[in-house]
C-alpha cells in the first residue's frame, strides 16, 4: 500500500489481460513454511508441511530388531 494505491504482484502472468475494471477475488496464498502458518493464519497446529511429512527415505526403510523399525503399530 502506498497511500490510496495498493501494488498486487503476481506469481505467473494472467491467462487473459486484465484491464482497468476488471474484478478480482485475492485469496491469502501458502508459501508451505511454518513460520507463515504461525504468524500470517496462526495455525500451526494444523500445519503439515516440512518438516512435519516425512520424506521418501520413510517408505523405503526396511524393518528390523533395533526397537524403532520393526513393523509393529506405533
Do not use: W
Not at 508451505?32 to 496462526?42: D, E, N, Q
Request: aromatic share 6%.
Amino acid at each position: 500500500m502506498d497511500g490510496s494505491i495498493a501494488t498486487l504482484t503476481l506469481l505467473e502472468a494472467p491467462v487473459h489481460a486484465i484491464v482497468e475494471g476488471d474484478g478480482f477475488i485475492a485469496r491469502a496464498g501458502c508459501d508451505k513454511r511454518i513460520a507463515t502458518c504461525s504468524a500470517k493464519f496462526a495455525d500451526v497446529a494444523n500445519f503439515r508441511g516440512f518438516p512435519n511429512i516425512s520424506g521418501q527415505d520413510a517408505v523405503l526403510r526396511y524393518t528390523s530388531q533395533d526397537g524403532g523399525h520393526e513393523g509393529s503399530v506405533l
